[in-house]
């Protein structure tokens, strides 16, 4: 970064944290998805069992099968959302065809929807107006205050959620300013994607564009994060048929491109690049690294970094936790909030970046594990590949504190978030190559 | 378990020793027998009794749990007797008794008691004890018999009777003869009556053996030997008490106060139970108040058994380890009653009682017990008749529990079980038994299943997810006992599925309407409920033919013998079809309910035929008889109404009612009750015709069947010239209208014009005209426009259906492959998905394109192994084959390889079609589903193509294509072939594995894992398609597995259903497989 008041660019450290979720050697050897939840509700218990001595100290905690009518206690356990208009693999194979197309809805909530609490042995309707099917999504582990009614119905009367994890003690830093920008959805290689934006975007981290307080700026942008959906494979090309070898060729230029560009950010700083839904990664999450071979020049920078999807690290020991965007997306389409941000909140009261995995999205049948049990609350929250830029701060009950963060598709709206690490701040970076009216 | 699908009518062996050795030999279709039960075989001996009663004083709190299911108590007036009792029927007997002394004071001795058993509308029990009813029946009085002869004639033929019932301790065989002035229905006749004797027997199996002496011929003092024509001599005992009592099935009876005595000793579980004389009886037809439904009891039940490994479960072997059970009141919404009993401890499930027993025996008398509290009247399951309930009652048998079977209303009267033998031509004879539970209704969903629709399987998990779309799990037997023997855990696990079984029934029954419409059906029909299931269809009409009958003063001919001579006759007619595809508007004229309407145009009847003979004796005046186009002669109504026309008018009068009545109805139970009894008449109307053309049924009368058929031929063709010379050119139309196709009532007619509203115009004048010409009621309707059409030829049609100008209502297919069991679901799915695509999208190259893709697609071997399994059941063991068949082949086959799990006899074996040896025979070339995806087994593509998809495929396309067969067939999509190698065929145990380059399959170097030399640089698209792969089968996997947790209700625990019915089953194995494989392929990038 020789520039001729000869800027240098800030450095931070970086420590990467996504050892679980590796897959690794682990293959698929006839194991099914039960024991997810089951590790997921055993973590689950242990920590809801030691907040229940606070919640309801004179309610006995028990399974499920060992309701009886009318006596009050706490149950825990994973819910389990029955929903009418839920989409079924099963309709495919097996209905009619029918005559009018199906029409695929945005959300499948419906107003019949309704709540199931179960645990290992057993299952229990869950009535009452106080728990809303809406809010809550299959696989989330709750702890439920109410009774067995007659109808074999357990009456929730509260709901008791794990509340956001513990938060590492961030011990001050310098006054330096430091900025880590991130950016997803940049779709190198569909009909709308638009190389110049990109280009931009490029060139304003390496400190290519601008006058010197620009460039300054630029220098202290220490990390950037590239947030899922690089490239865009055109459609209908990977269908499981055989293709010709020039459609093959066809495939790969979208992620020479991207090699391409990818080599310019890594030439100057560090770079993470997270797997999305579209990128040639596997589908269930956690999606692992791109490959090195799709990246033979940027790859041979040591500050390019394929991570996986969900992605967890540390800049400064600032914690970053993120995805692609799929966790959301998904809850989503199987429950109702105001705005995306709220869906992020949810998951970390939860402690579960996808409780929706694996009933509606796809995940590796871990057998031992759940990896996506949120153990630590991170300072820094991000999902990629949204429709519009948000970001909130929450706070928890001991004084955690989050930013939230949806990352906009770039391809769509131009922007990229550029995240302050000294104090959290965050802003839009917009780039617009269009002359708008 | 799995009903229909692996249950099968278990082996005959013994009946229990103390039943009643009134077993039943032959039980033809439609052979109405009586049989008389007598009270005090069936009650079991005192010192039994007691025995009985000590045991349930051992198990007191056990009876506690149970008694709080017990019926609602009697209100003080019930108790006092100082009111009427109302109560619907749904059941009825009759036992021989001994003569109710204070009703009947001037009788004694042995004598038939009626036992009608209800609910009131409170939901208290009844069983009320009708006396005084006898049986009887009619003859033909000699002409000139006086009152002498009648005496002399009654001493004669007490005389026969008492040589073929020495045994019987009866006083007096034939109590009387009486004259009474009736006539035959049969022929047209023009005296008004006849004089015939009634005579009136002591006992209804009597009836049968009178008349069997009547029809071989009596010894009479001054006129010989002579034989009888018996009348009325066929009908059931309760038949004809309903009949004439008025009674129908299902409908409301009272008693008022002061006419019904309390029984001096109580012989059945019932809250209410009096005797009374069946003149007082006051029958209601069941109109408003009294359309509605009792809330009575429906007990929805499903046993387990532990099978050994590699059989069916037996009686004589495997213990009944859970029964499950459901009681819902009639027209509730929730099931009253949740519970499952089980043989061992079962951890609890929510909402449901569980009753853990340590003993088989216990299990079994808990489930006796709860039948007698919880007192259901109506049983229902799925294959309960057939497996549950025999099963229980033999497994009590082998255990030596005597006192289990002890599930009727009657105190101490065990059930009884019958051999049945039953004969048709399309199963052959088939023997079972049948379980009769005195006062409860039996109601199997099975039977009701292949009764009423045509279905592919009739598994309860293939019928669940057709009619509730719900995919039911599936735990094979094998796997049972695993569970049984487990812990308390994998026995709720085991409960939790019974009680679904037990649960799906019930579902059923409320979705589909069943208790409303085979009630409607009953009162509608006049018979019994439970004669709805057991028996065919004459009994419906006859018992609607004597009501009329007996109103009219005509009695029924016993005519059996006649029946049997007759030939058969032309039957109805199919216009030529002129297939083709039709891309304009084809209109349909259908005649409404034809058969019913050229019966009543005509007067057709049995009353109003007149025979060659008479015809011209007679003399009658040409206008007033009809010659119908068969060559019979009936007379006109005013000469002579005809009975069966007046049943007709009658019932579709009521039909029009009830659908009026049903536009009015707003309380969704009377709208369910409306809408049963509209389809109910319906039925029925139509069910006239083919009674009098049953040439094995009742009172077959082919002059009256052939006569319907003729005429309706008659219909057609005049239709046919009507419309040609209508709509023409010539009369200012403008095109000439064709007749494309006619079927049996209905006529499809195109127009010439393209819009569809036109076309509707012109259908609708078109029927208003040709009806114009019919004698009334035969109405022809313009109903709905096809358009496109595609007519194949006779009986076999695809098109889209217009009933409204703007927008078509659905696609509708008759006669092509949709539904057949033996054809593979890619039949199914190619036929279904090619009419969509040429009569909706109107897209033909795109079907054709579509099934070139899919040929491909089979001989490349991409074809998703579930599409191409074909199902059969096994009925016998191999060597009871006389042709080897595919299925029994290789049921063999796994038995060979694995005893525990192959198919028993009942089981459904799928398979698929491999590849074999040159030569080899087709039913050496099935294989187990799952052996091939496990073995990488290559299928034998062009079976698929020649002997499943070729013909279904170039019926569809033949009238559209020109050369169909070679183009679809034989194109150059059939060229390449890809096909895969057996991975434990004997070759490849020598061959040594050597990994091959991903891009360019060339062997690569020892060391090197991924590409060869040439392929190097072409790594990023070659990934591309490899983690696509991966990426497409992980979707897939998550889906399909988290499915089938969703099935199976449970997310915490494995996945144990294997449902081969179920369309996701075999691509969920193979799911599994190949993502282990895409995942070992694409680690080789990691090195």
Not at chain 1, 288 to 308: D, E, I, K, M, V
Not at chain 2, 21 to 30: F, I, M
Not at chain 2, 896 to 918: C, E, F, L, Q, S
Request: glycine share 6%; net charge neutral.
């Amino acid at each position: 970064m020789e520039k001729e008041k000869n800027l240098h660019r800030l450095q931070c450290s970086y420590t990467c944290l996504d050892e679980s979720f590796e897959i690794g050697k682990e293959t698929y050897k006839g194991q099914q998805y039960s024991h997810i939840y089951f590790a997921r509700l055993n973590l689950m218990r242990t920590l809801l069992h030691s907040l229940v001595s606070n919640w309801k100290p004179f309610s006995p905690v028990r399974p499920v099968l060992e309701l009886e009518e009318g006596k009050e206690c706490v149950i825990i356990g994973t819910l389990y959302k029955h929903m009418k208009l839920k989409p079924r693999v099963l309709d495919e194979y097996s209905k009619e065809r029918s005559v009018v197309p199906l029409v695929k809805p945005h959300n499948f909530t419906h107003s019949d929807d309704y709540l199931v609490l179960e645990d290992e042995k057993g299952r229990v309707k869950l009535g009452g107006n106080f728990i809303s099917p809406s809010v809550y999504a299959t696989g989330v582990v709750v702890a439920l205050h109410g009774k067995e009614s007659g109808a074999g119905d357990f009456l929730v009367l509260d709901v008791l959620e794990a509340g956001l994890p513990p938060q590492i003690d961030r011990p001050l830093k310098s006054s330096e300013d430091k900025y880590v920008v991130l950016v997803s959805g940049l779709s190198i290689g569909s009909s709308n994607s638009n190389p110049l934006q990109f280009q931009l975007l490029i060139d304003h981290i390496t400190g290519h564009l601008g006058d010197e307080m620009e460039q300054g700026i630029a220098s202290q942008i220490v990390h950037v994060v590239i947030a899922g959906n690089s490239i865009e494979i055109p459609a209908g090309l990977i269908n499981g048929q055989n293709l010709a070898s020039k459609d093959l060729s066809r495939i790969a230029e979208p992620i020479k491109e991207l090699d391409i560009m990818l080599n310019q950010i890594a030439a100057g700083l560090p770079l993470d690049i997270m797997p999305g839904p579209n990128d040639p990664s596997n589908f269930a999450l956690p999606q692992q690294p791109l490959h090195r071979c799709l990246f033979p020049g940027s790859s041979a920078y040591n500050t390019f970094r394929s991570c996986s999807n969900p992605h967890c690290f540390e800049l400064d020991n600032v914690r970053f936790l993120g995805t692609s965007g799929q966790n959301v997306d998904d809850l989503d389409k199987y429950s109702e909030a105001k705005d995306k941000l709220e869906f992020m909140e949810r998951t970390l009261r939860w402690r579960h970046l996808a409780p929706t995995a694996p009933n509606t999205l796809g995940c590796y049948p871990f057998t031992d594990k759940d990896p996506f049990f949120i153990d630590s609350c991170p300072n820094v929250y991000f999902i990629g590949n949204q429709n519009k830029y948000e970001t909130r701060i929450i706070k928890g009950s001991e004084g955690q504190l989050v930013r939230l963060i949806c990352v906009p598709k770039f391809n769509e709206t131009g922007v990229a978030v550029v995240l302050n690490l000294k104090d959290l701040e965050c802003h839009a970076l917009s780039f617009g190559t269009q002359l708008s009216s | 378990m799995n009903k229909g699908g692996r249950k099968r009518p278990p082996p005959p062996s013994n009946p229990p020793p103390s039943n009643p050795p009134k077993t039943q030999a032959l039980n033809q279709e439609d052979e109405f027998l009586d049989e008389d039960v007598f009270l005090n075989e069936t009650l079991i001996s005192e010192d039994e009794e007691s025995l009985i009663l000590r045991d349930i004083e051992q198990r007191q709190a056990l009876a506690d749990r149970l008694a709080k299911w017990t019926r609602p108590p009697l209100s003080p007036d019930y108790l006092a007797q100082s009111r009427s009792v109302l109560f619907q029927q749904l059941e009825m007997d009759y036992v021989i008794g001994e003569s109710h002394k204070e009703l009947l004071p001037n009788s004694s001795g042995p004598a038939a008691i009626i036992r009608i058993f209800g609910v009131t509308k409170e939901g208290h029990s009844v069983c009320c004890n009708v006396h005084g009813f006898e049986p009887y029946f009619y003859i033909s009085c000699p002409p000139g018999m006086r009152p002498d002869d009648i005496s002399h004639f009654h001493q004669s033929l007490e005389a026969r009777m008492r040589e073929a019932n020495r045994n019987s301790n009866v006083g007096k065989l034939v109590r009387r003869i009486e004259l009474v002035q009736k006539r035959s229905i049969m022929y047209y006749q023009q005296s008004d009556s006849h004089p015939f004797l009634k005579i009136v027997v002591a006992l209804p199996t009597m009836v049968a053996s009178c008349r069997g002496i009547l029809d071989r011929g009596i010894q009479l003092d001054g006129l010989g030997m002579k034989t009888f024509m018996t009348y009325e001599s066929n009908v059931l005992f309760t038949l004809r008490f309903m009949i004439d009592c008025n009674i129908v099935g299902g409908n409301w009876i009272e008693l008022p106060a002061g006419k019904y005595k309390k029984t001096s000793k109580t012989l059945s579980y019932c809250q209410l139970e009096f005797d009374c004389l069946y003149s007082e009886l006051i029958s209601y037809t069941p109109e408003g108040e009294y359309s509605k439904m009792a809330p009575f009891r429906i007990l929805s039940f499903d046993i387990e058994c532990a099978g050994r490994k590699g059989h069916f479960p037996e009686p004589s072997h495997d213990p009944v380890i859970q029964i499950a059970n459901l009681v819902t009141l009639q027209g509730e919404d929730q099931p009253l009653i949740r519970n499952v009993m089980t043989l061992k401890s079962c951890s609890p499930i929510v909402g449901v009682d569980v009753m853990s027993f340590d003993t088989e025996r216990e299990v079994l008398l808990a489930w006796r017990d709860f039948i007698r509290e919880a007192d259901p009247d109506v049983i229902i399951g799925y294959n309960i008749c057939k497996f549950d309930l025999p099963y229980l009652i033999e497994r009590a048998a082998t255990l030596k529990i005597v006192e289990f079977p002890i599930l009727g209303r009657i105190r101490n009267s065990r059930v009884r079980v019958k051999d049945t033998t039953f004969s048709s031509r399309q199963y052959g004879t088939r023997e079972s038994k049948e379980v009769m539970i005195e006062g409860r209704v039996q109601f199997d969903l099975l039977q009701v299943m292949q009764r009423d629709y045509k279905l592919s399987s009739y598994s309860l998990n293939s019928v669940s997810a057709h009619f509730l779309s719900e995919q039911k799990e599936d735990v094979h037997h094998s796997i049972i006992s695993d569970l049984q023997n487990g812990n308390p855990e994998t026995r709720r696990r085991l409960a939790v599925y019974c009680l679904k079984d037990a649960y799906l029934p019930q579902r059923l029954l409320d979705k589909l309407m069943f208790i409303y419409n085979y009630v409607e059906m009953a009162r509608v029909t006049g018979v019994p409920i439970s004669f709805l299931l057991s028996r065919g269809q004459s009994i419906k009409v006859l018992s609607q033919l004597l009501r009329k009958a007996k109103q009219k003063n005509l009695v029924l001919p016993n005519a059996k013998q006649a029946g049997s001579e007759q030939g058969t006759f032309e039957g109805a007619t199919v216009l030529e079809a002129k297939a083709g595809f039709y891309e304009k508007p084809i209109a349909t004229l259908d005649f409404a309910s034809l058969y019913p309407s050229i019966m009543m145009a005509y007067n057709l009847c049995y009353c109003t035929l007149v025979t060659p003979e008479d015809a011209r004796k007679l003399n009658l005046p040409p206008e007033s008889v009809n010659k119908t186009p068969s060559g019979e002669t009936f007379v006109k109504s005013d000469l002579q109404k005809g009975i069966l026309p007046e049943i007709l008018e009658e019932l579709l009068a009521a039909r029009k009612r009830a659908k009026a009545d049903l536009k009015e109805a707003k309380d969704p139970l009377e709208k369910a009750v409306l809408d049963g009894r509209q389809l109910a008449l319906k039925i029925s109307a139509n069910s006239v015709y083919g009674f009098t053309g049953a040439t094995v049924g009742q009172l077959p009368c082919l002059e009256i069947s052939s006569s319907v058929t003729s005429y309706g031929r008659q219909m057609i063709e005049h239709t046919k010239k009507l419309v040609e010379d209508k709509f023409t050119t010539l009369n200012g139309y403008e095109h000439n209208a064709e007749v494309i196709y006619g079927d049996t009532d209905s006529v499809m007619v195109q127009f010439g014009i393209s819009a569809v509203e036109e076309a509707m115009n012109l259908g609708r004048e078109a029927a208003e005209y040709i009806s114009g010409t019919f004698i009334k009621p035969i109405k022809l309707e313009f109903e709905k426009i096809y358009y496109p059409y595609l007519l194949i030829s006779k009986k076999r049609y695809a098109g889209l259906y217009w009933t409204k100008p703007d927008n078509f209502d659905k696609m509708d297919t008759k006669g092509i492959e949709t539904v057949r069991r033996d054809n593979c679901l890619l039949v199914k799915n190619l036929v279904t998905d090619c009419l969509h695509k040429i009569l909706i999208d109107r897209d033909i190259p795109g079907a054709v394109q579509y099934v070139k893709n899919a040929i491909s697609d089979l001989l490349m071997n991409r074809m998703d192994l579930s599409l191409l399994v074909i199902t059969k059941g096994l009925t016998k063991t191999g060597d009871d084959y006389e042709v080897k068949a595919a299925h029994v082949e290789l049921a063999e086959r796994m038995r060979k390889r694995d005893a525990a799990t192959a198919p028993n006899v009942g089981d459904r074996v799928p398979y698929v079609i491999i590849k074999a040896a040159k030569g080899a025979k087709a039913y050496e070339k099935s294989e187990d589903p799952i052996y091939v995806l496990e073995n990488n087994i290559p299928i034998d593509p062009h079976y698929y193509l020649e002997n499943q998809i070729s013909k279904p495929i170039l019926r569809i396309f033949e009238p559209i294509l020109k050369n169909a067969s070679k183009d679809l067939l034989h194109g150059s999509h059939t060229r390449s072939i890809s096909i895969s190698t057996p991975s434990n065929s004997g070759i490849m145990k020598f061959a040594k594995k050597q990994l091959t380059c991903i891009g360019c399959k060339a062997l690569l170097r020892e060391g090197v894992h991924t590409l060869c030399a040439h392929c190097k640089g072409r790594e990023a698209e070659l990934y591309c398609k490899s983690v696509a792969q991966v990426s497409e089968l992980e979707m897939l996997f998550g889906r399909l597995w988290t499915q089938c947790q969703e099935c199976q209700g449970s997310l915490h625990q494995d996945v144990l259903c294997t449902s081969r019915d179920c369309p996701i089953f075999y691509r969920r194995k193979k799911a599994q497989k190949d993502m282990a494989e895409a995942k070992t392929q694409l680690d080789r990038w990691s090195f």
